[in-house]
């Protein structure tokens, strides 16, 4: 394999070995990591994600992940589907893009969002950001730089001697001719996450200064979680209740799979109420109007949890129940109250309700009756 930028037409020189031809090659696999002629590391990536992949299914065809504990199921991934999604990322994690929106295009990300939509029974196109908060679940770029920078204090633990350390230090001359390199890309990532005014160079870097870098890089995540809710109108409803960035406790409340995925999919906006199908049919938002009551209302979330006639009787059993825990006034507030509630018998009321009510809605489309 002869390594060099761009598909530029060159004369390939020719190699033998014992008057035998040696074939030069685009791409070989090496210990496990696909290389490409080009040096980048794409190839290597898509390749650990369709590995990681298939280890995700074969698992699902002897395992249910919906209906286990969220803790364990993310156990399962993160102790045999992550190691395989981060083989060796300690090299090619100082390659990928530092961002967090076009990390979610990754391969590797996209093995780590299958694995949240299939454990909460969610669509493909449900949003990402709300899949991962759902389960407290941080983007694998994260645990990239950290075995990164962890990676980073063993080369500087090595003799100056040891092959690594040598390539180490080409690198940073590289860097200090500013010519790209492993060291000025890793140099880069700490720019980005404001750790570059305490830590001058990589040599400095050491145990101690381990959690500093990754408590930056959590931070700007969550911050750039929080602004894409605020700004994102598909959750807007989401955005009034989700304030922490954590698991969610009704995930291990809820017992009965069909009303834990029906509230997930209430929750996250993943559900075919107009507010939701009209966005994708491109009607005006405030024309996206409830087809079961035709009370001429907006049929979004609210409508349907607060006052939709076609689930009164579902809905008067579920404030009955709550009756002793809360008032009885229905507004928007007060829903917002609900779904925020960790308190067991609230989850479990409000799982059964939101499950109920979409099948009732369910019936009323299957036979065409409008409630008047």
Request: glycine share 4%.
């Amino acid at each position: 394999m002869i390594f060099q930028k761009g598909n530029k037409k060159k004369t390939k020189p020719s190699f033998t070995l014992d008057s035998n031809t040696i074939e030069i090659v685009q791409e070989y696999c090496y210990l496990g990591i696909k290389l490409n002629s080009n040096g980048k590391f794409t190839l290597a990536m898509k390749q650990l994600g369709e590995k990681a992949l298939h280890a995700l299914y074969s698992i699902r065809r002897h395992l249910n992940l919906h209906n286990l504990n969220p803790k364990l199921a993310i156990k399962i991934f993160d102790t045999i589907i992550s190691p395989i999604l981060l083989y060796n990322s300690e090299v090619w994690g100082a390659y990928i893009k530092n961002d967090f929106n076009n990390w979610d295009n990754s391969q590797i990300e996209k093995t780590h969002l299958r694995f949240c939509k299939l454990y909460l029974g969610v669509g493909k196109k449900t949003t990402n950001i709300a899949c991962r908060g759902e389960l407290g679940k941080f983007p694998l770029i994260i645990n990239i730089y950290k075995r990164l920078f962890k990676y980073i204090i063993h080369l500087n633990s090595l003799p100056e001697e040891a092959l690594a350390k040598q390539a180490f230090l080409i690198s940073k001359d590289l860097h200090s001719k500013r010519i790209t390199s492993f060291y000025g890309n890793i140099m880069d990532i700490l720019k980005s996450y404001n750790c570059n005014t305490q830590i001058t160079e990589l040599e400095s870097i050491a145990i101690q200064t381990l959690s500093f870098i990754h408590d930056n890089i959590k931070q700007k995540y969550l911050n750039f979680w929080k602004h894409k809710l605020e700004n994102s109108s598909k959750l807007k409803f989401y955005n009034t209740f989700k304030t922490e960035y954590q698991l969610e406790k009704y995930l291990s409340t809820i017992k009965n799979p069909t009303e834990r995925k029906a509230l997930t999919k209430f929750r996250v906006s993943n559900h075919k109420l107009m507010i939701e199908l009209g966005r994708y049919q491109k009607i005006p938002r405030e024309e996206r109007l409830c087809e079961i009551c035709q009370s001429g209302e907006v049929e979004d979330e609210y409508h349907f949890a607060n006052w939709c006639k076609a689930y009164s009787n579902q809905r008067e059993n579920f404030y009955t129940t709550l009756r002793n825990k809360l008032t009885i006034i229905i507004d928007q507030a007060q829903l917002v109250d609900i779904m925020k509630s960790t308190e067991h018998e609230t989850i479990l009321s409000l799982s059964k309700y939101i499950s109920s009510c979409f099948t009732e809605r369910n019936r009323y489309l299957e036979i065409g009756i409008a409630v008047s």
